[in-house]
T-cell receptor, first 119, second 108 residues
């Protein structure tokens, strides 16, 4: 496979469940991102990993827990979510490490997203 | 956080018509990007503009970066149904800030 893949594509879970979202990039990139996309709202950056280290946690509730075991994989562990957490969760990767500070010059490659519904 | 406002929120036009969407901010950006997101997919980068006053063309799409580097526009000439999607502008240094997007529907 090429590009950025995400699994599952759709997920329905109850508020007491624990689930994980998976992202894999086949591009050899150095930075990976989790975004939340809700209807009529801008994409919200959640977490950034650069060279496998978490460099950004954008005030995300602790019920979301990211994990980056290696440069190609990124997980988002979910537990005791709320209905307002229902959204499209997008993973992205980019070539440059985060500290280069050229986010708007570097291309972010997005996966197709996981559509999450919390009942 | 640098805020980006996009307008209009929705745009529905007939095939062959022209359209323009706008991206505005009170902040100065060193560069801006435009992405298009189709249903069921993630955003895909269309262009990056860097210089104030810059104009870039991508087939029927024309992108302009304002002289003060606070705003940008995307103009589509003779729109086609394949242009349908959510158009997002984004800017920032260490992390990208995205606008809420303009949903464009081109009817055949």
């Amino acid at each position: 496979e090429t590009g950025v893949t995400q699994t599952p594509r759709h997920l329905v879970m109850g508020m007491t469940n624990k689930k994980s979202l998976k992202c894999e990039q086949h591009l050899g990139h150095n930075a990976m991102y989790w975004y939340k996309q809700s209807a009529k709202k801008p994409l919200e950056l959640m977490f950034v990993y650069s060279l496998e280290e978490r460099v950004e946690n954008n005030s995300v509730p602790s019920r979301f827990s990211p994990e980056c075991p290696n440069s190609s994989h990124l997980f988002l562990h979910l537990h005791t979510l709320q209905p307002e957490d229902s959204a499209l969760y997008l993973c992205a990767s980019s070539q440059e490490p985060y500290f280069v500070g050229q986010a708007a010059l570097d291309t972010q490659y997005f996966g197709p997203g996981t559509r999450l519904t919390v009942l | 956080t640098q805020l980006l406002e996009q307008s209009p929120q929705f745009l529905s036009i007939q095939e062959g018509e022209n359209l323009t969407v706008y991206c505005n901010s009170s902040s100065v950006f060193s560069s801006l990007q435009w992405y298009r997101q189709e249903p069921g997919e993630g955003p895909v980068l269309l262009v990056t503009v860097v210089t104030g006053g810059e104009v870039k063309k991508l087939k029927r799409l024309t992108f302009q970066f304002g002289d003060a580097r606070k705003d940008s526009s995307l103009h589509i000439t003779a729109a086609q149904p394949g242009d349908t999607g959510l158009y997002l502008c984004a800017g920032g240094d260490y992390k990208l800030s995205f606008g809420a997007g303009t949903t464009v529907t081109v009817r055949a």
